[in-house]
């Protein structure tokens, strides 16, 4: 078994179930579940499940149930390492009847050999957590989940789900949502009665592209609702006949995919980021503890890039320089500001920070987890931003973000706070580099038609 330092937050052991204690079957059976899909994440966000029978309840909560972690995806496993077993998060219980009927999805806990395994982006999320914990604070969160519609040509090819939306500003157009109401009513029905808060469904400013708000909650309640709104898009679009992709960038010349943050730090009631009357100097309304946490942000910006904008086709999004609606709202540089969205850190208001460099195939495990670390060091180390930069400004010492998934690695090697941010352990920063290294290298190394075409009659 692979060798690792012990992780800074063990999550609690699986326990039998008992007489006093509501069981997870008991939970099931009271809202006529009949299967559950026990439910973790890989590094690169893979939903992985088994499909449970509700008699078998009890052995999932009491950790019987394995998982070749190897074949699973990318998480920190060889061939010849014990068994992944998921332990279930009863309250992140979430029956989907709306999906099939007598279905619901589970969030689990990788362990290891008793432990919680330490590569798995949950137990992540949750020792981050737990290190800000300790400092006596919590951190909520919000996400904006954009994604496309689409179909998949006999040739290859992508085309919009919906043939009249063609259109090279179609941004909150209403007809293009009212051609797409059975769809987008359907998942706004789906979060509501699940108690998310739907509040918007819009049509977003790329052809064939949507985006679905709910209201924000503690930062792991988030990850998982975006895991599991991910999981209810991408089955309910399929049963009408398409395809939602979260890929960053699946047109060349439309704005790209987004996952966009909304982060704030709490004491218990509290909100720590609003500054007191009359104590913010700088406009934005809100405290020093604030300033430092989006001056860490910033701070380690090219190296977070690995965990917010994580695959190769993210960096065609980033790199873009424009789109058919004149637009990318993609940032190049390490920027803050108030309410502008050209800024990678938006301060929209005096409760929270907008981070905008995340793209639609973000782990969002990872990705919170990351931001709060990096935001942490600039507290822990009262950290100083800067002024706030004008509109559509930046400092000129701003970091620029990497251009390439490449550079975002060697930025990610660079960086000791990154590195060592999953579960304490650099060992997984630099396992979690060595994959997206290799991801890289492999698109690399695959000839392309732009290539073709630039080079065949070249010379």
């Known amino acids: ?19 006093g204690r509501i069981s997870l079957a008991d939970i099931a059976k009271a809202h006529g579940v009949r299967f559950l899909l026990a439910t973790f994440v890989d590094m690169t966000g893979k939903p992985c499940a088994k499909l449970v029978p509700v008699e078998a309840a009890d052995e999932l909560e009491n950790g019987a149930m394995g998982f070749a972690g190897y074949a699973a995806g990318l998480i920190g496993q060889k061939p010849q390492d014990s068994d992944l077993i998921a332990v279930p998060d009863l309250a992140s219980f979430t029956p989907v009847p709306f999906i099939k009927e007598g279905l619901a999805i589970i969030h689990c806990d990788p362990y290891v050999d008793g432990k919680p395994w330490p590569y798995a982006p949950r137990v992540i999320l949750k ?21 496309f519609l689409v179909k998949k040509n006999d040739d290859g090819t992508l085309s919009t789900a919906d043939a009249r939306d063609d259109s090279p500003r179609p941004c909150y157009d209403a007809r293009g949502v009212t051609r797409m109401y059975d769809h987008l009513t359907s998942i706004s029905d789906a979060i509501n009665g699940l108690g998310w808060g739907n509040y918007a469904n819009d049509h977003e400013d790329a052809a064939g592209q949507f985006e679905q708000n709910f209201n924000y909650a503690d930062a792991l309640t988030t990850a998982d609702r975006v895991v599991t709104l991910r999981y209810i898009l991408n089955i309910l679009a399929e049963q009408r006949g398409m395809t939602a992709t979260f890929m960053p960038k699946p047109f060349t010349d439309r704005t790209g995919t987004g996952l966009h943050f909304h982060l704030s730090l709490w004491s218990g009631t509290d909100a720590l980021f609003p500054a007191d009357a009359h104590d913010d100097d700088r406009g934005l309304g809100i405290s020093s503890l604030a300033y430092s946490f989006i001056a860490g942000i910033l701070d380690h910006a090219p190296a977070l890039q690995a965990f917010l904008a994580p695959t190769v086709n993210s960096y065609k999004r980033t790199g873009a320089t424009t789109s058919s609606s004149g637009a990318t709202w993609s940032p190049r540089k390490a920027s803050f500001g108030g309410n502008d969205r050209t800024h990678m850190i938006r301060v929209p208001d005096n409760k929270r920070i907008e981070l905008r460099s995340g793209d639609g195939s973000a782990n969002p495990y990872l990705a919170i987890a990351t931001a709060i670390a990096a935001g942490l060091d600039g507290v822990e180390k009262a950290a100083d931003p800067g002024a706030p930069s004008g509109p559509g400004e930046s400092r000129p010492d701003a970091h620029l973000l990497p251009a390439t998934l490449l550079h975002a690695v060697e930025a990610l090697r660079k960086d000791p706070v990154i590195l060592s941010s999953l579960s304490g352990d650099a060992r997984i920063g630099a396992y979690y580099a060595d994959a997206k290294e290799e991801e890289f290298l492999s698109w690399h190394n695959q000839v392309s038609d732009w290539e073709i075409r630039t080079y065949l009659t070249s010379i």
């Open 127 to 147: 020792n981050t957590l737990a290190r800000l914990a300790n400092k006596g604070m919590q951190a909520k969160v919000g996400a904006e989940v954009e994604y």
């Open 1 to 19: 078994m692979t060798s690792l330092a012990t992780p800074e937050v063990q999550a609690a052991e699986p326990v039998a179930a008992d007489a």
